[in-house]
């Protein structure tokens, strides 16, 4: 269907948006331009924030307790956070409702190729790689997803020979049922359990960026089993290692596509082990498309990527980096494995529900000094205490204030050492999301 026709149907209609954040908000500005009677669901913001945010626009709102009881609706836009097997939505898809999301809308209007990338680590970095050989190889390309901004309300923009490539959550993901044309899962771990009811779940969801018939490819890491497993499910599967042959690997210091040498490893900006394994995966997505004057390019100016061990600054010989994005203990882990020496760590947050066992040995052999402060600082903690490698010079410093720790990890920091934030948990115990707490993160170190 044309977009024009879609919302230009929508005049009159019965809208409720489900959540006024960053996914919504331009949505709910463009129903109400189109003419919907557009109501705005939300159970953190008061009915005068929402009135202030939308100021100007003829809307209903609906806040606090039972924001979600008796949903009179023609058409439901959830906010990808928000669960879809809630009772308010059960009961209006009842009497009639239909439940969708942006991304689900998005899909299904949208005029061009996509390439989805999903995951449970470096998304964002092969998202934002695959953009770049894309662009740099001359096409007009569009970014959204988790990344940049909503791409529904800038649909008018978007042309047949365009290309739009998206970073996806299994939030997004879970009631998707258009697939991309070209996909990517970096890697599956366990993540988000407090959200998800299992891990099954979670790979479920995050299969659905392949599993309908619209994709042509999918590329995933061969080193991950989980992330095999998941794939058997696809029909053209391209795999990428970075320890073993593949369809895409490494050949002595040269990432090799189906055989053909197509970038010096050397080339890489960004630092760290994972970042050849985002290449790959980035190269597996466009091979055929990109040039490979588009993929060498992208390699030698993309020199790094905000919230991603971003360096921060260096003072008195002491180098700072924001790694706010690491939201598990993954994550974090192979932020710490990007270093070639013992780092200071500060780490801890919200608790997603999910083990940390896996860090203590890391810990213990990449940290020398970790400052935890948020709700996984006992989970973290006693990884840490756990692991076989323990002695109790180890200094561990639980903090009860985010801005007291970055202090304390700054205070006995000396020449030559590295000080890194690298969470292994969300940010929502004290922000609105990694990027608010990567920015506070910055401000506290830029102002030492």
Same mark, same amino acid.
């Given at each position: 269907m044309d977009y024009k026709e879609y919302f230009e149907g929508l005049k009159g209609k019965k809208i409720t948006v489900a959540g006024a954040g960053v996914s919504n908000a331009p949505l709910i500005k463009m129903l109400a331009g189109y003419g919907a009677i557009v109501t705005v669901c939300d159970s953190k913001k008061t009915e005068n924030e929402l009135k202030e945010q939308f100021k100007g626009l003829s809307l209903n709102?609906?806040?606090?307790?039972?924001?979600?009881?008796?949903?009179?609706? /023609?058409?439901?836009?959830?906010?990808?956070?928000?669960?879809? /097997?809630?009772?308010?939505?059960?009961?209006?898809?009842?009497?009639?409702?239909?439940?969708?999301?942006?991304?689900?809308?998005?899909?299904?209007?949208?005029?061009?190729?996509?390439?989805?990338?999903?995951g449970s680590d470096g998304k964002t970095t092969t998202t934002t790689l695959t953009y770049e050989m894309l662009k740099n190889s001359g096409f007009r390309v569009h970014l959204g997803g988790n990344i940049g901004k909503p791409l529904l309300p800038e649909i008018d923009k978007i042309e047949k020979d365009h290309k739009v490539v998206l970073e996806l959550s299994s939030f997004q993901l879970f009631t998707i049922r258009k697939s991309a044309k070209s996909a990517i899962i970096t890697n599956l771990s366990p993540n988000h359990l407090d959200w998800h009811t299992d891990y099954s779940e979670y790979i479920d969801a995050k299969k659905n960026i392949f599993l309908h018939s619209q994709c042509e490819k999918l590329v995933t890491n061969l080193d991950n089993e989980d992330s095999c497993i998941a794939s058997k499910d696809a029909k053209n599967v391209i795999y990428f290692s970075r320890k073993q042959k593949a369809d895409i690997c490494l050949e002595g210091e040269f990432i090799t596509a189906f055989g053909e040498k197509v970038l010096?490893?050397?080339?890489?900006?960004?630092?760290?082990?994972?970042?050849?394994?985002?290449?790959?995966?980035?190269?597996?997505?466009?091979?055929?498309?990109?040039?490979? /004057?588009?993929?060498?390019?992208?390699?030698?100016?993309?020199?790094?990527?905000?919230?991603?061990?971003?360096?921060?600054?260096?003072?008195?010989?002491?180098?700072?980096?924001? /790694?706010?994005?690491?939201?598990?203990?993954?994550?974090?882990?192979?932020?710490?494995?990007?270093?070639?020496?013992?780092?200071?760590?500060?780490?801890?947050?919200?608790?997603?529900?999910?083990?940390?066992?896996?860090?203590?040995?890391?810990?213990?052999?990449?940290?020398?000094?970790?400052?935890?402060?948020?709700?996984?600082?006992?989970?973290i903690k006693e990884a840490a205490l756990n692991s076989k490698l323990y002695t109790k010079d180890f200094e561990i410093v639980e903090c009860d204030g985010f801005k007291e720790a970055v202090l304390e990890a700054a205070k006995d920091a000396k020449n030559g050492d590295i000080v890194i934030l690298s969470p292994a948990s969300t940010s929502f115990d004290r922000f609105k999301n990694f990027e608010e707490r990567g920015r506070v993160f910055k401000d506290i170190v830029n102002s030492l």
């Open positions: 709102f609906k806040t606090g307790e039972g924001w979600l009881d008796d949903i009179d609706a /023609d058409i439901i836009f959830r906010s990808p956070g928000i669960r879809p /097997d809630l009772k308010g939505f059960e009961d209006a898809v009842k009497k009639g409702a239909h439940l969708t999301s942006e991304m689900e809308v998005f899909f299904d209007l949208c005029p061009c190729d996509i390439f989805a990338i999903t010096n490893i050397n080339e890489i900006l960004l630092p760290g082990a994972h970042n050849i394994e985002n290449y790959m995966a980035a190269i597996g997505i466009v091979w055929g498309i990109a040039t490979v /004057d588009g993929i060498l390019k992208t390699a030698k100016t993309v020199k790094g990527i905000e919230h991603r061990i971003e360096f921060v600054r260096e003072l008195n010989g002491v180098r700072y980096y924001n /790694d706010s994005i690491a939201s598990s203990p993954n994550r974090t882990i192979t932020g710490l494995k990007s270093f070639d020496k013992k780092v200071i760590l500060i780490a801890g947050g919200k608790d997603k529900n999910i083990p940390y066992d896996e860090m203590g040995d890391v810990l213990l052999t990449k940290v020398k000094k970790l400052v935890l402060t948020g709700a996984t600082a006992q989970k």
